[in-house]
């Protein structure tokens, strides 16, 4: 039997859909067993145990770590983001000691292959793995003065924090919560994305790159960029549904749609089905929307 992967995730109650089918999607592909950790402070008894069963039913290890509400709550959140995006940082102080890594995934990715490449990857001395975001290929200018806001030097490659690779080892001896906590506040006025942001800043020297194909966006314009530059990634293994319209909204014409509703129409009811019949015409109008925006 192959070596157990550790899974992270780190969730509200609003998430538990997106969540299982993120965990469908992973079960399939990945054949290794595994133990998936979840952080949480927000959901209710009824949530944790559909996600016990849906989970024992995948043949999982399902591990609930609760958290006292009140943590981050000073800290700063925008738009769709929420506190819950923070809590990844704990996995070293959280997670057994036993565990010398772990992979955090955003509710959000789809899983269309083995994730046993990423997982057992060498950190080559690094605490945190992660894919340079999208606008290091697509908009290098933009980055550029991003990296200068936040007071990263030129040649640091800015991560997206929706697929980490955790050290662990590093991270107990290296990470103190406290000095997290300071800088958070510290640089309050900076954070776009706020937990993203700060991961850069803190373990700015401690960060190891992945290939894009282990976090791949779903972004139109990074799409065309590929196609512009015949780099296409054409088997992604891990897709990432960016953005504040999500596949499971009626709003969303991104990419990789039909593939990811494979795995959420099997948590629809019956109502939510025929609710989905008018997406094709919500689609036409955000065409319209979006064209007629140039």
């Not at 927000?42 to 024992?56: G, P």
């Not at 509400?69 to 959280?94: G, V, W």
């Not at 997290?180 to 850069?200: M, T």
Request: charged share 25%.
């Amino acid at each position: 039997m192959s070596e157990k992967i550790n899974i992270l995730v780190t969730v509200n109650d609003k998430y538990i859909k997106p969540l299982q089918v993120m965990l469908d999607s992973l079960f399939q592909h990945e054949h290794s067993p595994l133990d998936i950790y979840l952080i949480y402070s927000d959901i209710s008894k009824k949530n944790l145990k559909i996600l016990n069963s849906y989970i024992q039913r995948l043949k999982g290890n399902f591990i609930p770590i609760l958290l006292k509400h009140d943590f981050f709550q000073d800290a700063p959140i925008k738009n769709y983001f929420t506190k819950e995006m923070y809590y990844r940082i704990l996995c070293s102080e959280l997670l057994p000691q036993t565990l010398d890594r772990v992979l955090y995934l955003d509710p959000d990715t789809l899983i269309r292959g083995s994730i046993r490449n990423i997982y057992t990857m060498d950190f080559n001395g690094k605490t945190i793995m992660g894919v340079p975001d999208t606008y290091e290929y697509i908009d290098s200018e933009g980055m550029r003065k991003r990296k200068k806001t936040l007071g990263l030097p030129k040649n640091h490659v800015y991560i997206s924090s929706g697929v980490l690779l955790f050290n662990l080892p590093e991270m107990r001896k290296n990470f103190i919560l406290k000095d997290f906590l300071i800088d958070i506040e510290k640089n309050r006025a900076l954070l776009r994305y706020p937990d993203q942001d700060e991961i850069n800043i803190f373990f700015q020297k401690e960060i190891g790159t992945i290939d894009l194909i282990y976090n791949y966006p779903t972004l139109w314009k990074l799409f065309i960029h590929e196609r512009k530059h015949n780099t296409i990634r054409k088997n992604p293994v891990i897709v990432h549904y960016t953005g504040s319209i999500k596949p499971w909204d009626l709003q969303y014409i991104g990419r990789y749609f039909f593939e990811y509703y494979r795995y959420f129409r099997k948590l629809q009811t019956k109502k939510e089905k025929r609710k989905m019949l008018l997406k094709p015409f919500i689609c036409i109008i955000q065409a319209f929307k979006y064209i007629a925006s140039f």
